[in-house]
């Protein structure tokens, strides 16, 4: 008697959880991911050998362009529930006596990118729309009659006493304003800062090493 042969079929591959499971990744890369903050000017870096890092918190950046303007941003400490920012440009407008609303208070504490602009200008940057911020910046000044940085400086370590000083720029910054954002740094007793470069690859000569 004949063997009854069962009908054979290809096996199928389902592919919809594996698909699936790299949307739900993909989404959660996406909601966790953080962008990096755009910058005011473009910065072409020098080159260095070190490796230490820069502090994400407590900290108050210095960014000096290739035109030798200068910007400044300081993040909200460890805890954004203590809203430095909000209460630095607070003092600042009490010193130059201007009054910020709160929703103009909210938009500096919540802006991501280095500020370059008298502070007599800044009601208008945070209520411009981006393409007018961009024309608007044309760095903070500090010249000895209107020293604004030294102002930024003064009440950024009032209100974080921990905030540390990190000097970006760019390698075609001419030295006299770097030297500028220095000699204020030591007018405000901050003589410990950080200096952001790129990091230039090493040739090891085993050969020079071994002798």
Same mark, same amino acid.
């Given at each position: 008697?004949?063997?009854?042969?069962?009908? &054979?079929?290809?096996?199928?591959?389902?592919? &919809? #959880?594996?698909?699936?499971?790299?949307?739900?990744?993909?989404?959660?890369?996406?909601?966790?991911?953080?962008?990096?903050?755009?910058?005011?000017? !473009?910065?072409?870096?020098?080159?260095?050998?070190?490796?230490?890092?820069?502090?994400?918190?407590?900290?108050?950046?210095?960014?000096?362009? !290739?035109?030798?303007?200068? +910007?400044?941003?300081?993040? *909200?400490? #460890?805890?954004?529930?203590?809203?430095?920012?909000?209460?630095?440009?607070?003092?600042?407008?009490?010193?130059?006596? %201007?009054?910020?609303?709160?929703?103009?208070?909210?938009?500096?504490?919540?802006?991501?990118?280095?500020?370059?602009?008298?502070?007599?200008?800044?009601?208008?940057?945070?209520?411009?729309?981006?393409?007018?911020?961009?024309?608007?910046? &044309?760095?903070?000044? %500090?010249?000895?009659?209107? *020293?604004?940085?030294?102002?930024?400086?003064? +009440?950024?370590?009032?209100?974080?006493?921990?905030?540390?000083?990190?000097?970006?720029?760019?390698?075609?910054?001419?030295?006299?304003?770097?030297?500028?954002?220095?000699?204020?740094?030591?007018?405000? !007793?901050?003589?410990?800062? !950080?200096?952001? &470069?790129?990091?230039?690859?090493?040739?090891?000569?085993?050969?020079?090493?071994?002798?």
């Amino acid at each position: 008697m004949p063997k009854i042969k069962l009908p &054979t079929k290809s096996p199928r591959i389902d592919m &919809t #959880p594996m698909v699936d499971t790299f949307a739900v990744i993909l989404i959660f890369l996406l909601l966790t991911s953080q962008m990096r903050s755009p910058e005011p000017a !473009n910065v072409d870096m020098p080159f260095s050998i070190s490796e230490t890092p820069i502090p994400d918190v407590n900290s108050m950046t210095f960014l000096i362009s !290739n035109d030798s303007k200068v +910007y400044f941003n300081v993040d *909200n400490g #460890p805890d954004t529930t203590l809203k430095f920012r909000r209460k630095i440009l607070e003092e600042m407008g009490k010193a130059y006596n %201007i009054e910020f609303t709160d929703k103009e208070l909210t938009l500096f504490e919540k802006y991501p990118s280095p500020i370059g602009l008298p502070i007599q200008n800044m009601k208008d940057f945070l209520n411009a729309n981006s393409a007018e911020r961009k024309n608007m910046e &044309t760095g903070i000044p %500090i010249d000895s009659a209107d *020293n604004q940085l030294s102002m930024w400086i003064l +009440y950024a370590r009032q209100v974080n006493p921990n905030v540390r000083a990190t000097i970006k720029g760019d390698s075609e910054t001419e030295i006299p304003a770097v030297q500028k954002v220095l000699n204020i740094l030591q007018e405000k !007793n901050v003589n410990r800062f !950080n200096l952001v &470069t790129s990091l230039e690859a090493v040739k090891i000569n085993l050969d020079e090493i071994q002798k």
